[in-house]
């Protein structure tokens, strides 16, 4: 057998000035211009394109929350239409849900990942494009209707018989329903890309329980996203049909089942609650550490109780049905598994406060944000317990109380952690600190105006306002608890202006961060900042958890070898290794930049709308046009290691 | 670890289950199983209300004339494709490119069968949920036959342009996994259609 098949890698000491480092570069390098932006594959950008799309739809999400905040600021207001209001409402949702909070964990998952791991890229490079490209255009399909005045308007659950065609005839369900099942598509090839990066990609010796932390709530929300997904997707395509095609899954006067529609939704969106949480929760446990002086307390006790959390997760979602009617043993079961869910979550909770409690704090902005995500969780945690209560939740059901309760948890639990770590891993990102000062005030009016916003709902919830309605009557006894909220919120908005402009200054003119500006311990830290299109010069080898702490950690005399390595350059490669050992089994060839994930994403583009306005050419053509991309992507090239040599046939 | 073992040879590039695209396509075939699981799942949360219209599936349950040999149909393509992917790990190349054609073949032949039994039923898609449960699970999966057809076609032609041998066939074997997923998840929609309302 030929070479080709196989060969020894080479093992050498280099750094990131040498021959070889200038020769990855090149191999590794996306071309300049219009041609590499689009067929980019590297993981460093695309996680930056995540990342930067997520924020511009939590802007967008958050400014459609304050204009319907306006219209609820005092009592009887006429400030929006309610066609114009349940519109707002359910746009929010949708975005802060969907378009933003998974995205932007995915962002940081897909920038980071490969240098945690001491790889070159994701197992699945090209994938991984398509999968931004896809969440793109979904996130556009989906605005498409709002932007004329069509957009979804039955709120982010979208009950029916409310969403049918009889109750509501304009195309605004449409838009949801489509985009809806155009979005799983990116969100499960995403998903499958982190599971294979994560059984396939570690440097040799990073074994199973060597992992850095914050992998354990990506694999862990990844794991569901492939089994969830489809449900959601399915849910959405079945009241495409009903609306369409006059197909009878919801419609109650042909004997369909409504709560069919809340089954498959719940089944989907309640493992997704912990699918946007569990990510974040694992980039605090990363950081939180650092900047405590000391690894964190427990690590074998929060991944597992990660785990433990959706496994549980994915046993919970009747807890939002309670008041449907459903049998009274199926609604004990059902609390009880939500009641036991905040064991793991309080195992992780303890873990954290015990790394501050025997650590050494030092007050940095993001230490800041991962300890306020802290005691929010603990918050939004106990709003989620009680209504976990079966007479409790029918009391509060579809109140302000519940709204409370989710944005607790979606920006307690999403937002704070993920600034934090914008501001521990900007300087990775981009070379640059984020201005510290600023940083400060940025934190605290988010918190102040985080709180002083949302605390109040669980009072007005409490006192009977029901959520979603446009306007309230006078004389409720709600109305300076809803202008709180209303100033609270603007506080809230205000500090994540200050963020913004923390970026933009610093940006330009921070103050220039070395390789590792924070003293940590995992691998991204060996690279510079920002790190070359290669990441490293040659693969590392690691000997334990915290690979650049071993000297002062001394918990064995086996040291994590970074400036010896496998070489790896003959094209674009990258050593795969076992899934528990993390010994290697094979030398993976990378493939290239290429246009293919960016057309097959437009082919797709082309099929949902032509499935929208009932165009069957276009559908047709888009089929066949993104069939010949994929067997176009998927032609076995020479250069990726996948055909027989002409010798061999 | 040692110097020794990083130094070991390694094969390079696309290599039996060790290929990024083998795994993958492991987790493809979970979400996949996943949506015929909420499928089904639809098809059972209709079966089993107590308030569901008349008798179902309405008319009792679905004749096996056509369904029952359509599913041995599906079950030889699988067998076939299995068959191709013995012969390329015997570098047999000839008789790779058969049996992904015979699986194709058979994977067309099961789709024309559903087709004529599509067009012998009383009712449509949108008669009652029944239909629209019908319809839309089998529609589901003649989709995923045509994708997998498609595939062993492809598959076929690169055979044919001699881009695989005994070390080279992580392709074949991809999509070969999944064509047995897809024939495999006909045996739940069969069971589900075909056996349980006679287990009544």
Not at chain 2, 167 to 187: E, N, P, Q, S, T
């Amino acid at each position: 057998m030929s070479s080709i098949y196989e060969r020894a890698p080479n093992l050498a000491e280099e750094n990131f000035n040498s021959a070889l480092a200038h020769r990855l570069e090149h191999i590794w390098q996306t071309e300049p211009g219009l041609a590499g932006w689009l067929s980019t594959v590297d993981h460093k950008k695309i996680g930056i394109r995540y990342i930067v799309t997520a924020f511009i739809f939590l802007i967008i999400g958050g400014v459609e929350a304050l204009i319907f905040r306006v219209q609820l600021a005092q009592p009887a207001l006429s400030f929006l239409s309610p066609e114009t209001y349940d519109q707002l409402f359910s746009m929010h949702g949708i975005t802060m849900i969907f378009l933003y909070a998974l995205p932007i964990l995915s962002g940081f998952s897909n920038y980071l990942w490969p240098l945690l791991f001491g790889a070159r890229d994701m197992a699945l490079p090209r994938l991984n494009a398509f999968s931004y490209w896809v969440y793109l255009f979904a996130g556009i399909f989906m605005y498409a209707g709002f932007a004329v005045g069509k957009g979804a308007n039955d709120g982010w659950f979208n009950y029916v018989p409310y969403a049918l065609r009889p109750f509501n005839g304009g195309p605004n369900i449409d838009f949801y329903a489509l985009g809806m099942v155009f979005l799983g598509i990116s969100t499960t090839v995403g998903a499958i890309n982190f599971i294979v990066t994560f059984f396939r990609m570690r440097a040799p010796g990073m074994s199973i329980d060597r992992v850095p932390v914050m992998t354990w709530g990506t694999l862990t929300a990844s794991v569901a996203n492939v089994f969830a997904v489809p449900s959601v997707s399915l849910a959405f395509f079945l009241l495409w049909m009903d609306r369409n095609f006059a197909t009878h899954f919801y419609d109650v006067t042909s004997g369909g089942q409504p709560l069919l529609w809340q089954h498959l939704f719940w089944m989907f969106a309640h493992p997704w609650v912990y699918v946007v949480v569990l990510p974040a929760m694992g980039m605090v446990s990363e950081g939180l550490p650092v900047f405590c002086r000391r690894p964190l307390v427990g690590y074998a006790p929060v991944a597992l109780s990660t785990v433990a959390t959706m496994i549980l997760g994915f046993g919970v979602w009747v807890h939002h049905m309670f008041a449907t009617g459903l049998p009274v043993i199926s609604l004990s079961f059902f609390s009880a598994a939500s009641i036991i869910i905040a064991v793991p979550s309080a195992v992780a909770v303890f873990a954290w406060i015990a790394t501050i409690w025997t650590g050494r704090p030092v007050f940095t902005t993001a230490f800041l944000f991962f300890a306020g995500f802290v005691f929010l969780f603990v918050l939004g945690g106990v709003s989620g317990f009680m209504t976990a209560s079966v007479p409790v939740d029918w009391q509060l059901t579809d109140t302000y109380f519940v709204v409370a309760h989710l944005h607790y948890v979606l920006i307690g639990i999403n937002v704070f952690p993920v600034v934090g770590a914008l501001y521990y891993w900007f300087p990775k990102m981009k070379g640059r600190f984020l201005d510290e000062r600023l940083g400060r005030w940025n934190f605290w009016v988010m918190f102040i105006g985080f709180n002083l916003g949302f605390f109040p709902m669980h009072i007005s919830g409490l006192l009977g306002m029901p959520r979603r309605i446009y306007t309230y009557a006078p004389n409720m006894g709600w109305d300076t608890l809803n202008l709180i909220t209303t100033l609270g919120s603007f506080l809230f908005a205000i500090g994540v202006l200050l963020l913004l402009v923390n970026v933009a200054i610093s940006l330009r003119r921070g103050r220039a961060a070395g390789p590792n500006p924070w003293d940590a311990a995992t691998l991204e830290w060996l690279t510079p900042s920002p790190p070359p299109s290669y990441n490293f010069a040659v693969i590392p080898t690691v000997a334990s958890r915290h690979p650049l702490w071993e000297d002062r950690l001394k918990e064995s005399e086996d040291r994590t070898v970074s400036s010896k390595g496998l070489v790896l350059d003959h094209g674009r490669e990258n050593v795969g290794t076992d899934p528990l050992d993390a010994q290697p089994d094979i030398i993976l060839k990378m493939p290239g930049d290429s246009f293919a994930p960016f057309l097959l994403s437009l082919c797709l583009t082309g099929l949902f709308v032509g499935l929208f306005v009932h165009s069957w050419t276009l559908t047709i053509l888009s089929l066949v046009a993104g069939t010949a991309s994929v067997i176009g992507w998927l032609w076995p090239e020479r250069a990726l290691g996948e055909t027989a040599e002409p010798a061999d046939v | 670890m040692s110097e020794a073992i990083l130094k070991r040879p390694l094969p390079v590039g696309a290599i039996d289950t060790r290929a990024s695209g083998w795994w993958a396509m492991i987790f493809v075939v979970c979400t996949e199983g996943a949506l015929f699981g909420y499928l089904l799942f639809s098809y059972y949360y209709f079966a089993v209300q107590a308030h569901s219209i008349g008798y179902f599936p309405p008319g009792g349950p679905p004749s096996l004339t056509l369904a029952l040999p359509d599913t041995v149909i599906l079950l030889l393509s699988s067998v076939a494709v299995s068959w191709a992917q013995l012969n390329i790990k015997h570098n047999d190349k000839r008789h790779l490119v058969m049996g992904l054609g015979i699986g194709a073949v058979l994977g067309i032949v099961f789709l024309v069968v559903q087709y004529l039994e599509w067009a012998q039923k009383q009712f449509t898609i949108s008669s009652h949920p029944y239909g629209s449960l019908y319809f839309t699970i089998t529609g589901f999966h003649m989709a995923h036959v045509a994708v997998g057809v498609i595939a062993l076609l492809t598959l076929a032609l690169w055979s044919g342009m001699g881009y695989f041998n005994c070390v080279r066939y992580a392709h074949i074997h991809i999509g070969a996994l999944y064509w047995h997923f897809v024939d495999a998840v006909w045996l739940a929609v069969f069971f589900t259609f075909y056996i349980t309302p006679r287990l009544t």
